[in-house]
């Protein structure tokens, strides 16, 4: 079964230090998505890209935010100076349009900072 | 704007009984999917199971079942014969599809714990 694939599992990173989290969607998926979970916390939907641009962001998703699809395949999120309360697990999710309804998240990246 | 309530933060069962987490969300539309996350200790979403709101139908998948009452706005996922691996945080789920880029939207989690 096609999964959505996250690099790396868990990442520990200074405050301040720029980050970038990775996710390869299924291949046929249109929709792209990043999703926080802060320890003990509900999943907060961050953003969502189609066509190759931000399609919503929510409240959360401020300017040292940032999502790209650099290649076609990759899809990535940034965080340019992270800070401590950045620390969560984040989530890649991707869908497609197919008969299964196919909204699959990745296993997730744990980010600490320290 | 929707919102997902889970009103049981944690809850536990006795292996090979049965278990029935409770969600509810409000909505003003009609054309939704509702689903049923499961988190392990791993921290990986998992998809339990899905409804599609128009379907009468509840959603059952081996050993988990809804029971989807629509006019309630009521959704309640039930674990038949627990087993220890299905000690994890349940997330129940909303998503309507067609607008806001179908993002989902989460209910803030319970946390089951199956008893040996």
């Known amino acids: 079964e096609p999964e959505v694939t996250q690099t790396p599992s868990h990442q520990v990173t200074q405050m301040g230090q720029e980050v970038i989290l990775r996710c390869v969607p299924i291949?046929?998926?249109?929709?792209f998505y990043w999703y926080r979970q802060i320890l003990g916390q509900k999943v907060e939907f961050l953003v969502s890209?189609?066509?190759?641009?931000?399609?919503?962001k929510s409240e959360i998703f401020d300017d040292q935010f940032s999502v790209e699809r650099p290649d076609g395949s990759n899809f990535t999120l940034k965080i340019r100076s992270t800070k401590l309360e950045d620390s969560a697990m984040y989530f890649c999710a991707s869908l497609g349009w197919d008969s299964n309804y196919g909204y699959t998240f990745g296993s997730g990246t744990r980010l600490t900072v320290v | 704007a929707q919102t997902v309530t889970q009103s049981q933060p944690e809850m536990s069962v006795q292996e090979a009984e049965t278990v029935t987490l409770s969600c509810t969300y409000d909505?003003?539309?009609?054309?939704?999917?509702l689903f049923w996350y499961k988190q392990p200790p791993s921290r990986q979403m998992i998809l339990v199971i899905r409804q599609e709101a128009y379907k009468q139908q509840n959603a059952t998948e081996n050993r988990f079942s809804v029971n989807f009452q629509k006019a309630a706005k009521s959704f309640s996922l039930k674990i038949s014969d627990s087993q220890l691996g299905d000690t994890a945080m349940y997330f129940c789920a909303f998503m309507n599809p067609g607008t806001s880029y179908d993002k989902v939207i989460f209910g803030p989690g319970t946390s089951l714990s199956v008893i040996p």
């Open positions: 291949s046929n998926h249109l929709y």
């Open positions: 890209f189609y066509n190759n641009e931000i399609s919503e």
């Open positions: 909505t003003s539309e009609s054309n939704y999917y």
